[in-house]
C-alpha cells in the first residue's frame, strides 16, 4: 500500500516568514494529494489538495507543489500569521482509494 | 457541503465493556467509509475500510475481532470496540467519500474520544 513521509515534525517560524513542509510517497499510482489542518481533538479540516495532473496549486497565502518524477509535494504558507499555528498533515490516495496520512507536522508561528 | 457526522463525541467505559461508535453521511450515500484512530500527538492510522454490505477490510496489525464493523446502509458505519481496554484510549474518527456530487472529495467526521478506564 501507499506510504507517506512527511517532514519535518515541528517547525518554529517568526510571523509574516514563510514555512514550508514535504511530503514524499511510494506509490506511483496515487492521484490525490490533500494537506490538512488539525487543531486539538477535531477533525482534518482540508486546505488545499492537489490532483496528479496538476504540478502546482495556489489558494491565497497558501500553495501545493507536485512533482510526479520524484513522488513528492509540498505546502508553502506565505505570511503567516499566529493563527497558522496548528499541526499539519499531508496526505495521498494509493491505487486502493485509501487515504493515507503523513507523520503530522506542528508548526508554530512566533510574533 | 457534505457532511458527515459521527456520534458519540466522548465516551468513558470501563475496562471489558464494549462501545459503539456512529458514523453517519448525512446527505450523500457512502459506499465506502474509513474508520481511523489517532494516538495522541501522532497521526491518523487507517484501521480498516467499511465497505456497504459487504466485510470489512482491516489494515495489517488491527484485530478484527476487537474491532466490529457494520456497513449496513449506504449512509451508516458503525466501529464497535470489544473487551475495551486502557490501551484502546484514543480518538477515533471516520471519513466518507461523496464521489457523486463532489469527486473524491474526503469529509471526515467529528471524531470519538474513547477513554477506557
Known amino acids: 500500500g501507499e506510504n507517506v513521509e512527511q517532514h519535518p515534525s515541528t517547525l518554529s517560524v517568526q510571523e509574516g516568514d514563510s514555512a514550508v513542509i514535504k511530503c514524499t510517497y511510494s506509490?506511483?499510482?496515487?492521484?490525490?494529494f490533500p494537506w490538512y489542518k488539525q487543531e486539538l481533538g477535531k477533525r482534518p479540516q482540508l486546505i488545499i489538495d492537489?490532483?496528479?495532473?496538476?504540478g502546482e496549486k495556489k489558494d491565497q497565502r497558501i500553495a501545493v507543489t507536485l512533482n510526479k518524477t520524484a513522488k513528492h509535494f509540498s505546502l508553502h504558507i506565505t505570511e503567516t500569521q499566529p493563527e497558522d499555528s496548528a499541526v499539519y498533515f499531508c496526505a495521498a490516495i494509493g491505487w486502493d482509494q485509501k487515504l493515507v496520512f503523513g507523520q503530522g507536522t506542528r508548526l508554530t508561528i512566533n510574533p | 457541503g457534505a457532511v458527515v457526522s459521527q456520534h458519540p463525541s466522548w465516551v468513558i467505559c470501563k475496562s471489558g465493556t464494549s462501545v459503539k461508535i456512529e458514523c453517519r453521511s448525512l446527505d450523500f450515500q457512502a459506499t465506502t467509509m474509513f474508520w481511523y484512530r489517532q494516538f495522541p500527538k501522532q497521526s491518523l492510522m487507517l484501521m480498516a475500510t467499511s465497505n456497504e454490505g459487504s466485510k470489512a477490510t482491516y489494515e495489517q496489525g488491527v484485530e478484527k475481532d476487537k474491532f466490529l464493523i457494520n456497513h449496513a446502509s449506504l449512509t451508516l458505519s458503525t466501529l464497535t470496540v470489544t473487551s475495551a481496554h486502557p490501551e484502546d484510549s484514543s480518538f477515533y474518527i471516520c471519513s466518507a467519500r461523496d464521489q457523486v456530487v463532489s469527486g473524491n472529495t474526503i469529509y471526515f467526521g467529528e471524531g470519538s474520544w474513547l477513554t477506557v478506564v
Open positions: 506509490d506511483s499510482a496515487s492521484n490525490y
Open positions: 492537489i490532483r496528479s495532473n496538476v
